[in-house]
């Protein structure tokens, strides 16, 4: 619960909001008791003969059920006294409110007196009407505001959180867990906001000034809401546990089914070309099945509670009516007077209910994400660090060890990059050169060892400045939902004739001039309309669009026919010595230029030098040499 209001009122909350929605909150009680007491003024008439005529015990009049003429013609000389006016409506309403316990609501009619003008009742009806239409559409407006925009700031605060979490975080999460929590389960939290403001501060509100109300009109039936009170709590509570426990099952369950649906999608070629589309139905059957069978728990949870209080509820109501008026002699204005008020008054406690269920629902939500936003971010700028603004020098990698888990991926690795160069990074599969480069922009950090820029620590910059050094080309390309022109400037500001010297030089800018609209071409999701070439090709012209200093290219010709390859080899030679590159390939034929090669296995840096020097020296990269010849 502490969770969900330090969301509504902490340093993003919406707490001029949420407190103009309290005031609205409160005047929307008012006028439902005014909605009740205007029931009640016109439901009320004036005395019978039966009140007027009834006997007197202890100075009060005890009405019954029958009179007889002594009665009448005593009450009459009292009233009238002597005189032999006519019995009017005035003086039998001041009789009876010296001899009569007036009820609250005949109290309120005396000083307001609407009998004199009945279009003064009038007007309070309008008044009453319009107060509380204005005051229920301002209470439905602001709660649905204020779930807008804890919803909004939440999901801001996630991505803003997530962003500057390190990679090991996306290893251990996956996709539709993230996008689930920062969607659905957001929009949980606000609706566990709102239910919040509703169960903790009108529903008290409503409950003490109704109740007091209560009292005011008859102390004795209100003894009977103390006796139903503690039966209608009982299972409000004891059901809240059992929601919030599957609420929980629901959002796991939710994570998973949403993975399953994420993984089918993304790898929908595999899943036809090996023709398991009836096993991937199956398992998102059991998913979608076990899913269905806690949301049908959660409903069952959620929807008996209600009938339930509502039950108890009406009982209590029937006791209340019967006994005001049969024991008590109530008048059937002032006991439905009452029972408008008890309603009143069982409203929002059957509403607890409900509203309860939304709070579980947002507590174990909002748990999980809390869980994401109390990760601190592993790697971060150090006090003092600086901007780099330029790459004059080398970088150094000295005695580098590295690993993921129990596993060292890099072993006591040492090599430099002098500015101007081509570097190669070769090897087998797994024997650590993707993790070089992505060490390089910090987004890992090496257990030992360090990694110097310039001759200083990477710590000593700020990441943002360093990785502004840095353009990558990544084995696998993104492309993003946008235009072409937008993809490769990628947020940087731009002039068409920088897009298109970028798109030139990755010889990209051939088939961009056959798409419709050329650079203003919308992309499709992940670059589908575009081959794994022509995507590859977009994002090398996305890291030359950046102009940094050092170009990391990661497998970046994979994709490549031998033309595009050629082309891309072309690229390469020409921004020999204006930018330094550090490239990761396969196909050596790509980097037989590098003015250093440096040959990695299984972690530990073997061998480097020109592709000559290694022929003779390095049997592993001669071998691979050999292997890509006997094989074109």
């Known amino acids: 619960m502490r969770q969900i209001l330090s969301l509504a009122f902490g340093p993003r909350g919406q707490r001029l909001l949420i407190s103009v929605t309290l005031v609205i909150m409160i005047l929307l009680t008012f006028a439902s008791q005014l909605e009740i007491f205007a029931f009640g003024v016109i439901t009320r008439k004036g005395p019978d003969v039966f009140e007027v005529f009834a006997p007197i015990t202890e100075g009060k009049l005890q009405p019954g059920d029958e009179i007889n003429f002594p009665q009448v013609e005593e009450r009459w000389n009292e009233i009238m006294g002597e005189t032999s006016k006519p019995l ?50 301002g209470y439905r407006f602001l709660n649905r505001l204020v779930a807008i925009r804890i919803s909004r700031d939440l999901r801001q605060d996630y991505f803003e959180h997530i962003q500057a979490l390190p990679m090991s975080f996306y290893s251990e999460y996956n996709m539709g867990t993230l996008s689930t929590r920062v969607v659905g389960d957001a929009a949980m939290v606000a609706e566990a906001v709102n239910a919040s403001l509703i169960n903790y501060i009108q529903t008290p509100f409503t409950i003490v000034t109704t109740l007091t109300i209560c009292f005011l009109t008859s102390w004795q039936l209100s003894l009977i809401v103390f006796i139903g009170m503690p039966l209608i709590l009982f299972p409000i509570f004891s059901l809240a546990k059992r929601v919030k426990r599957v609420s929980r099952q629901i959002q796991v369950s939710q994570d998973r089914f949403a993975s399953v649906i994420l993984d089918f999608l993304a790898g929908i070629q595999t899943v036809k070309m090996f023709g398991m589309e009836g096993y991937s139905l199956k398992k998102y059957q059991e998913h979608n099945n076990k899913m269905a069978q806690l949301e049908i728990k959660s409903a069952r949870y959620d929807l008996s509670t209600r009938p339930i209080v509502h039950t108890l509820g009406m009982f209590f109501l029937a006791v209340a009516l019967i006994y005001g008026l049969y024991v008590l002699q109530m008048s059937v204005s002032e006991v439905l007077f009452y029972c408008g008020l008890l309603y009143v008054f069982y409203e929002p406690i059957k509403k607890f209910a409900e509203e309860n269920s939304h709070i579980q629902r947002g507590i174990a939500a909002a748990e999980r994400i809390r869980e994401v936003m109390d990760l601190k ?21 000295e005695d580098v060890w590295f690993k993921y888990g129990d596993e060292w991926v890099l072993r006591g690795v040492s090599f430099t990059v002098k500015k101007g160069q081509t570097v190669a990074i070769v090897g087998p599969t797994g024997s650590g050169k993707s993790t070089i480069v992505q060490l390089l922009p910090r987004l890992y950090e090496p257990q030992r060892g360090k990694i110097l820029f310039d001759g200083k620590s990477l710590e000593a910059y700020t990441q943002a400045s360093l990785r502004d050094q840095m353009a990558f080309v990544p084995q696998r390309p993104v492309i993003f939902l946008d235009t072409v022109a937008e993809n490769i400037s990628f947020g940087r500001p731009h002039k068409q004739e920088e897009i298109e010297q970028a798109a030139v030089s990755a010889h990209a800018d051939e088939f961009i001039q056959r798409l419709p609209l050329k650079y203003q071409t919308e992309l499709s999701e992940m670059g589908k309309n575009l081959s794994g070439g022509q995507q590859q ?30 082309m891309i080899k072309t690229a390469i030679e020409e921004l020999h010595g204006k930018v ?35 022929m003779q020296t390095c049997s592993g990269f001669k071998r691979m040499w050999e292997l890509m010849h006997a094989n074109p």
């Not at 990661?554 to 033309?563: F, G, H, K, Q």
């Open 377 to 397: 971010p592993e790697i971060h700028d150090h006090d003092g660090a600086v901007a780099c603004t330029s790459f004059q020098d080398s970088i150094r990698f």
């Open 537 to 566: 090709r977009l994002a090398i012209a996305r890291a030359l669009f950046k102009k940094a200093p050092l170009l990391v290219m990661d497998e970046a010709t994979s994709s490549l026919d031998a033309m595009s390859e050629h």
């Open 580 to 614: 330094t590159q550090i490239i990761i390939a396969h196909r050596l034929s790509t980097i037989e230029d590098a003015d250093v090669i440096f040959y990695l296995e299984k972690g530990t840096l073997i061998a480097q030098g020109s592709k000559q020097e290694l």
């Open 88 to 137: 009017t409506l005035k003086k039998t309403e001041r009789y009876l409110a010296r001899t009569k316990e007036t009820d609250f609501v005949g109290r309120v009619m005396g000083r307001i007196n609407f009998s004199d003008d009945l279009t003064h009742l009038a007007y309070f009806l309008l008044f009453v009407a319009f107060f509380k239409a204005i005051t229920l559409f």
